[in-house]
């Protein structure tokens, strides 16, 4: 046999939500609704689907490899040059091109007990370790407890903080924040990369929620990572970015693959910059859905996580030794698809994404009435 490195035999790849399809071919369901990716429930944003219809006799180009013109929007929007962006096919490749940069096998990045499973699989990939701060029963991140093992592990080269956090929904206070960058900032002459995932921007509601963007200028070691797979709808065409100072991005450039971001995807993405109306539209109709499950999981006596994205962590019953997996798969019977944890070292939690006013009313009725089963 052809052997690989241990840490290639070892990995645990990427699970994604179970597809439609793929529930409708093995249950032999007509309906079945998906609230387990955090996509946008009302479909892309409508100015793209125009944008990209028209494109489709240039497709025997290469794309811009520069992305000229989505870069130029993109700067105008975070208020940065363009050369401070760097694209991704989806933000998940940014996440590597970031590992690929800055660690060699055998270094390590940081973040939380519990984040966004992404970091630890693309470090992994590259034979770099993951550590982890813990984090407390309610879930709340302690920036002393990070800001500690980046400091006691000079290997760390990256520390990655999804602000809010998937799957859990936390996030770090405005003072606690600030605190992060500046302690973190101050280890061995500010060498170490901050990243800060920030995926679910534009739903943040909290008024103690800072914006990362606004300490760009402050710390050149800061990484905004941004992506258009969930409130712009287009996560089928894999679209993300990072924000940083431009020797950063200078040095990422050389790693990114030329055509990374195709025709299609560059166009909508832009279109879909300027489509305040459709993105106002989904935060709203999130807002509106996250009260509505939050009431529904109170009644239903299911404790949960109060989340600042679109989507939420309810928590089983230890003591009635419910596991997310086993209500996950008998809400997939009825066409129902959530997102169990476990590999998130969550066993009694499972995740569901906010879907359209119709498409809850459905889920909780599916999910009420398995939970009630399942409690016997
Ligand atoms: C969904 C998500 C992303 C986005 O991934 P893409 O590759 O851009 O689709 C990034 N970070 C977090 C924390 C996410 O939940």
Redesign the pocket.
Known sequence: MISVPNYIEKLAPYVPGKPIEETQREYQLKKVIKLA??ENPLGPSPRAIRAIQSVHTELHRYPDSSAFSLKTALAKKEQVQSGQIIL????????DQIIRTYCVPGDAIATYQY??I?YRICAQIHGVHTLEAGVDAQLSMSVDELVDLVRKNERVKVVFV?QP???TGQYLKKLEFEKLLKDLSLIRGGSVLIVI?H??AEYVSAPDFVNPQSYLSTYPQLMI??????VYGL?GL???YGVASADIIVQMEKVRQPFNINSLGMLAAEQALEDFEFVQKSVKMNALGMKFWEEKLTELEISFWKSQ?NFLLAQFSKELGVLGFDVYQKCLQQGLILRPVHNYGLPHALRITIGTPEENEWAVEKFAAVCKDLRK
């Open positions: 990716s955090n991704g096919n989806g933000s998940n490749e940014v996440i984040s966004f992404a999804a956090n998937n799957p995932d995926a679910y990572l941004k992506t258009f797979s969930k996560a894999r679209v993300g994205g």
